[in-house]
């Protein structure tokens, strides 16, 4: 009964390095999505999937690169980590035709840009 | 462009007692499912109480009912019998429907607190 996982839970970046944030579901979910939360804020979209080999943007994808090369599988790339990308990230799923349907979260990466 | 509005920052609730939560969303959409989340200190995402816009009977969820005033875009969260358990950020969403890419919209969260 895993649903979303993400890995790592915690990460500390120096300025330039990259990164890849791992998510995967094993609900066979169509749909998923990395938000990112900083202080005191809802989640904001970053990138979207509706399945494999399909991606597009969200609310804020600068910086930022996703792939979709399985249903079960959504890794989020930082190519140039910035301070600005200091935030909680948190991958979702959902099934995808009925909106009624809710997203299920995985437990967030907390990334620290130093 | 949706946007979703908690006013209340910060909430405070005795145990046992009954709070209420705000939330207004603008929007043109006449086809639309709103969302409240419980987000605990261990950051997990749950999800509370969901409304299909088209429904005018509220949802409820055990101690949890919402308000919903669709021609005010009020979207408000009741929580009876507050618990200890209860203590979290609640965020109120909003997601378009008919066949949208269900893509959610949160606002900025009102944090709860239980005092015993």
């Known amino acids: 009964n895993a649903g979303v996982t993400q890995t790592p839970k915690f990460r500390i970046l120096k300025i330039g390095q990259s990164m890849t944030l791992q998510c995967t579901q094993d609900?066979?979910?169509?749909?998923m999505y990395w938000y990112r939360q900083d202080p005191g804020m809802g989640l904001k979209l970053i990138y979207y999937?509706?399945?494999?080999?399909?991606?597009d943007k969200g609310e804020v994808p600068n910086g930022y690169n996703v792939s979709r090369s399985t249903t079960e599988d959504f890794p989020l790339r930082l190519e140039l980590a910035a301070p600005s990308q200091t935030s909680v990230y948190f991958c979702?799923?959902?099934?995808?035709?009925?909106?009624?349907?809710?997203?299920?979260f995985g437990d967030g990466t907390r990334l620290s840009i130093l | 462009a949706q946007t979703v509005t908690q006013s209340q920052p910060e909430m405070s609730v005795q145990e046992a007692e009954t709070v209420t939560l705000s939330c207004t969303y603008d929007?043109?959409?006449?086809?639309?499912?709103l969302f409240w989340y419980k987000q605990p200190p261990s950051r997990q995402m749950i999800l509370v109480i969901r409304?299909?816009?088209?429904?005018?009977q509220n949802a409820t969820e055990n101690r949890f009912s919402v308000n919903f005033q669709k021609a005010a875009k009020s979207f408000s969260l009741k929580i009876s019998d507050s618990q200890l358990g209860d203590a979290a950020m609640y965020f109120c969403?909003?997601?378009?429907?008919?066949?949208?890419?269900?893509?959610?919209?949160f606002g900025t969260g009102t944090l709860l607190a239980v005092q015993p």
């Open positions: 929007t043109s959409e006449s086809d639309y499912y």
């Open positions: 969403a909003y997601r378009r429907g008919g066949g949208a890419t269900n893509k959610l919209i």
């Open positions: 609900m066979n979910h169509n749909y």
């Open positions: 979702a799923s959902s099934y995808d035709r009925d909106s009624n349907q809710p997203q299920h």
């Open positions: 999937s509706v399945g494999a080999g399909i991606t």
């Open positions: 409304q299909e816009a088209y429904k005018q």
